[in-house]
């Protein structure tokens, strides 16, 4: 007989709806090892190419130097395609500065900055981090973006073959010439086969087909940078309109937009005080761990822990979360955060009402912005709800204290009156 955790219906069999928030069901595994259309494009171009050129290129290296022959092998094909990625990457950049898009970081930063609080790296262009500075006519300034990176590099080897004859160079000269001019050509190819790569993140081929089609994964996208940018002018996420929080949610087909949107969407939810939503949303942002950016990591499992210590009252598992984040990835405001809520949950209440002024001392030490007055009214908020929450528990003790005193006291009289 097959257990319930190795079939399909594990899930359905279990006692809560959150299983991997509540840590009864590990979160899925990454795509490692996986090989994208592009890859595969590409590579097998490569061998296909040495294949039908084997009996030229034999002719050709009988007769050259060593060291021509270390060229060949080592040298070229290295410079091709690192010229082939760096003009790929120009073409990105240059359109991102045309179409009004503003360079906010790199990918290979691997955690956010702490000052922009809530979501520095919604737009992922290959390395670029990219923010909107304006939202009008979105949707093709995008997809400007996204061709840019392939047209550059057809530009680039039609320039190298359609120019001057490089018959009249050296051998070193025409191996790397025509080389990268190959190697371009079937970079900006590869890149355009519509597809997911093993983080999460569509191929400039699939951005591109998202945004003509216009479809639900379009709709996700403008839907998420709309949200990023109400956070930088500093609107609060209840006030965002629902509609835009539903056409974020709406598809989740595992991808790092999809996580991405589930974390606007729980900001959405839980800062509305809708529970039901913002667990549903964490929980399904939880659940696809190889496509969630590394700056978004740390911070799900802060509020993991932050929620099964606020809302579920559940100090091991507040520890077990704070135990997946990394040391030295919180900045300050958000360590401050952490300890309030698991000092919460351990029921040293005043001890945690005494950390809120760190809080607040570490928000105020950011840069003055929208959306450090956004989060100073957000912790603000919770201080009130820590308050209230103090004074019925305390209301609640003299309430039953009151109760245990009324119950004992006949008692009391009727051994005095035995007596």
Not at 14 to 28: E, F, H, Q
Not at 59 to 72: M, N, Q
Not at 77 to 98: C, D, K, N, R
Not at 219 to 239: I, K, T, W, Y
């Amino acid at each position: 007989m097959a257990l319930t955790t190795e079939t399909k219906a594990f899930s359905a069999s279990l006692p809560t709806s959150t299983p991997i928030l509540d840590v009864l069901r590990s979160s899925a595994g990454g795509r490692t090892g996986k090989l994208t259309s592009g890859e595969y494009f590409f590579l097998s171009s490569v061998l296909i190419g040495l294949f039908i050129t084997q009996t030229q290129l034999r002719t050709v290296l009988v007769d050259v130097s060593t060291w021509d022959l270390a060229v060949f092998l080592l040298f070229a094909p290295a410079s091709a395609f690192l010229t082939a990625w760096l003009v790929h990457e120009a073409g990105h950049y240059i359109a991102a500065q045309m179409a009004r898009f503003q360079i906010a970081g790199f990918a290979a930063q691997g955690r956010s900055d702490s000052h922009s609080l809530h979501a520095p790296a919604a737009l992922q262009v290959n390395v670029f981090v990219l923010k909107p500075r304006t939202m009008q006519d979105l949707r093709p300034r995008l997809a400007a973006v996204f061709l840019a990176g392939p047209l550059a590099g057809v530009l680039l080897s039609s320039a190298i073959e359609m120019g001057r004859d490089w018959s009249q160079g050296s051998f070193l000269l025409q191996v790397c010439v025509h080389l990268t001019a190959a190697v371009s050509f079937l970079f900006s190819l590869a890149s355009l086969l519509p597809d997911t790569g093993r983080d999460g993140n569509f191929s400039d081929g699939a951005r591109l087909l998202m945004l003509l089609r216009n479809d639900a994964k379009a709709v996700r996208l403008c839907a998420v940078l709309e949200m990023q940018s109400f956070l930088q002018d500093g609107v609060h996420p209840r006030n965002w309109p629902t509609a835009l929080a539903e056409h974020a949610a709406e598809l989740n087909d595992g991808s790092r937009d999809a996580v991405i949107a589930r974390w606007f969407a729980y900001l959405w939810a839980s800062e509305r005080q809708d529970i039901t939503a913002a667990t549903r949303f964490l929980e399904e942002a939880l659940a696809a761990p190889a496509a969630c950016p590394a700056w978004l990591r740390d911070r799900l499992h802060l509020e993991a822990a932050v929620f099964q210590a606020w809302f579920r009252d559940n100090a091991d598992k507040a520890r077990f979360w704070a135990g997946r984040i990394h040391v030295g990835k919180l900045s300050p405001f958000e360590q401050a955060r952490l300890e309030i809520a698991l000092l919460w949950v351990e029921g040293r209440l005043f001890d945690a009402f005494e950390k809120v002024p760190d809080y607040f001392a570490a928000l105020r030490r950011l840069p003055e912005s929208p959306g450090r007055e956004l989060r100073e009214k957000s912790a603000m908020e919770w201080k009130h709800q820590m308050e209230s929450r103090m004074l019925t528990r305390a209301w609640r003790s003299m309430y039953n204290l009151s109760q245990q005193v009324e119950l004992s006291a006949p008692a009391s009289m009727v051994a005095s009156a035995g007596d």
